[in-house]
């Protein structure tokens, strides 16, 4: 299994790339949609909403007033805490129910509109961004959506800036151009790069030779960071040093860094030889040496 971030700002065309994945044959877990789902009519969440809040946030018909709640929620930060400890754990428990009911061959798509702002990059095998031009993105807004261009510019003012997702992209797809023009790109995306790399994860594959000299380059922070990620608290160090042989992950001893080969593969990192792993991922050559403290 591979878990793939999917994210980009509004009116940049992230949808129509999660569409595409998906008929691929992507394993789609939406974040918004999930959101919806743990405060519908009938579920705890809603129940517990309502117990916090007052009936004020109910509509007629009995389901979630959502600009009524947030006109409570967001009124100080208390409000706020207590919504996000309502409705977080909600989120978290579908989202990995949903994950551990995909095949163990999946390519599970996971749609997260504030990935990056919630610094959850690290947490996923690869990052898609799906970007515009600016103008772009307030011309679909205002003229697909009817939103005014006041409202539009303010939302994406709010988001991240397109140097905190280029911070963490794993690929990037520039989508101002043409609706057709984004099809056999991701398609391409998929076939000479998901499909390949979920293959050498489950099979424990480097998809290249581990040898290779500082693979990621000014990247490769966000490769640390990933390990990291996979790594936890087995680390005491992970560091990437500009023309050596790749990230160094100190451990504190020989157990602890035979435990690591199992998590590391998992992460996307198979083993290559005795404390030598490699990336699965058929597009981004990386070498990795799990070394114990001297």
């Known amino acids: ?57 109910l509509a007629d018909d009995g389901s979630l007033d959502r600009p009524a709640l947030a006109a409570i929620a967001f009124a100080n930060e208390d409000n706020r805490l207590t919504l996000n400890g309502i409705t977080h754990p909600l989120i978290g428990a579908r989202t990995t129910e949903m994950i551990d009911a995909a095949p163990s061959d999946a390519i599970v798509l996971q749609d997260i509109p504030l990935l990056v702002e919630g610094g959850l990059a690290p947490l996923f095998h690869l990052v898609i961004i799906v970007d515009a031009d600016v103008e772009e993105r307030v011309r679909r807004l205002t003229g697909q959506r009817g939103m005014p261009e006041s ?13 905190q997702r280029r911070a963490v992209a794993d690929v990037w797809i520039d989508n101002t151009g043409a609706p057709d023009d984004l099809e056999p790109l991701v398609g391409a995306l998929w076939d000479e790069r998901l499909v390949p790399f979920e293959a050498n994860i489950r099979t424990g594959t480097v998809a290249r030779s581990a040898d290779v000299s500082d693979p990621w380059g000014p990247d490769a922070q966000r490769l640390v960071a990933r390990l990291w990620a996979v790594c936890g608290g087995l680390a005491t160090t992970i560091e990437s040093t500009p023309g050596s042989d790749g990230v160094q992950v100190v ?10 080969a199992e998590p590391l593969r998992e992460g996307g990192f198979p083993q290559a030889s005795a404390g030598s792993y490699g990336s699965a991922d058929p597009l981004r050559p ?9």
């Open 1 to 57: 299994m591979i878990r793939i971030g999917l994210t980009g700002g509004i009116g940049a065309g992230k949808s129509t790339v999660a569409r595409v994945l998906t008929e691929r044959g992507a394993h789609l877990v939406d974040s918004d949609k999930i959101a919806r789902e743990v405060v519908a009519p009938g579920t705890s969440g809603l129940e517990r909403i309502v117990e916090a809040f007052g009936p004020g946030v």
């Open 151 to 163: 409202d539009a510019r303010a939302r994406i003012a709010a988001q991240a800036t397109t140097e």
């Open 251 to 260: 451990v504190a001893d020989t157990a602890t860094a035979n435990k690591l």
């Open 286 to 294: 990386a070498a990795i040496t799990v070394e114990v403290a001297s």
